[in-house]
C-alpha cells in the first residue's frame, strides 16, 4: 500500500521488505502490509498459457486433402481409419564432421532392412567419413513418428553408429530473403509440421546437423575421425583462398580496364 511493490502470490512467503525507516513513518509496516490483496489488479499473477486442441479426424482429413491437392509428385499423404496418417519427408544432410560407420560391411539390402538385422552389429571394426554436403534422403513416416525417432532411423540407414546425440533435427525456414533455421525437440513430430506447411520445401524444409551442445570434446574422437576433420579443414582453406583470389582479381581486371579508359582524358 505504500510503496505499490507487487509480487505473484506464490511469492509472498519470500518477499521481505523494509519499506518504512525508523523516524519516516509512524509504525513500521511488515511485508504483509505492502502485499497488494489478492483481488487488485496490480497484482502480478502467472497465466498459464492455453495449449491448443489436437485437431480432430475431420480437421486432419481436410488438412490431407488441401495438401494432396497441392503434391506434383506421387508422394501423397494417406489417412488411416484409427486418425493417424502416413507420408513422406526430405531431409537435407549437412554434417561438417566425419561420421563413424562399420568396416568392411557391405550396404544394407531389402532384405535386411524387412528382417530387421542390423549389420552394424556384425563387427567391432570401425572407419570414418564425412557425407557429401547437402546431401538428402526421403523418409515414409508417420504421424506419431517424433525427431528422435527420425534421426534414428537415418543414422540406421547410413549404418552410421555415433551416438544419436550428437545429432540435431532443424526446420529451415525462407522469410523476406533470409533462411531461419530452428532445432526442433526430440518429441516434434516432423510429419505434422510437413502437413501444416504443405509440400513445398522453399516453404519448410528439414535439415540433419550436428548437436552444437558446446565446446568440442576432442579427446572423444578416433584417429581417423581427428585425421579427416585436418582433410576437411585443409580443403576448406584452400577453396576460401581460391574465393578470395578470384574476387581480388576481378578487381584488378576492372581497375586496370578503367584506368585504360581514363588515359588521354583530361583530370
Not at 553408429?161 to 525456414?173: G, R, T
Amino acid at each position: 500500500a505504500d510503496c505499490r511493490y507487487t509480487c505473484h502470490q506464490e511469492c509472498r512467503s519470500l518477499i521481505q521488505l523494509d519499506c518504512c525507516r525508523p523516524g519516516q513513518c509512524q509504525s513500521q509496516l511488515s511485508p504483509e502490509c505492502t502485499l497488494l490483496p489478492p483481488c487488485s489488479q496490480n497484482v502480478t499473477r502467472t497465466v498459464e498459457e492455453e495449449k491448443p486442441k489436437p485437431p480432430t479426424i475431420q480437421e486432419i482429413k481436410e488438412k490431407i486433402g488441401k495438401y494432396n491437392a497441392k503434391v506434383t509428385n506421387c508422394l501423397l499423404m494417406k489417412l488411416n481409419d484409427d486418425g493417424t496418417y502416413t507420408g513422406f519427408i526430405k531431409v537435407h544432410l549437412k554434417l561438417r564432421r566425419p561420421v563413424t560407420v562399420p568396416a568392411g560391411i557391405r550396404p544394407q539390402s531389402i532384405y535386411d532392412a524387412l528382417k530387421e538385422v542390423n549389420l552394424a552389429d556384425m563387427t567391432d571394426k570401425r572407419t570414418s567419413f564425412y557425407l557429401p554436403l547437402d546431401a538428402i534422403k526421403q523418409l515414409h513416416i508417420s504421424s506419431t513418428t517424433t525427431v528422435s525417432e527420425v534421426i534414428q532411423g537415418l543414422l540406421k540407414k547410413f549404418m552410421v553408429v555415433d551416438n544419436p546425440q550428437k545429432f540435431a533435427l532443424f526446420k529451415e525456414m525462407r522469410k523476406d530473403g533470409q533462411v531461419l533455421l530452428q532445432k526442433l525437440p526430440l518429441t516434434e513430430y516432423p510429419l505434422y509440421l510437413r502437413l501444416l506447411a504443405g509440400p513445398d520445401t522453399d516453404v519448410l524444409s528439414f535439415v540433419l546437423k550436428e548437436n552444437e551442445t558446446g565446446e568440442v570434446e576432442w579427446d572423444a574422437f578416433s584417429i581417423p575421425e581427428l585425421q579427416n576433420f585436418l582433410m576437411i579443414l585443409d580443403k576448406e582453406e584452400k577453396d576460401k583462398i581460391q574465393q578470395v583470389q578470384r574476387k581480388y582479381e576481378k578487381f584488378k581486371q576492372r581497375l586496370q580496364q578503367t584506368l585504360k579508359e581514363a588515359r588521354g582524358k583530361p583530370g
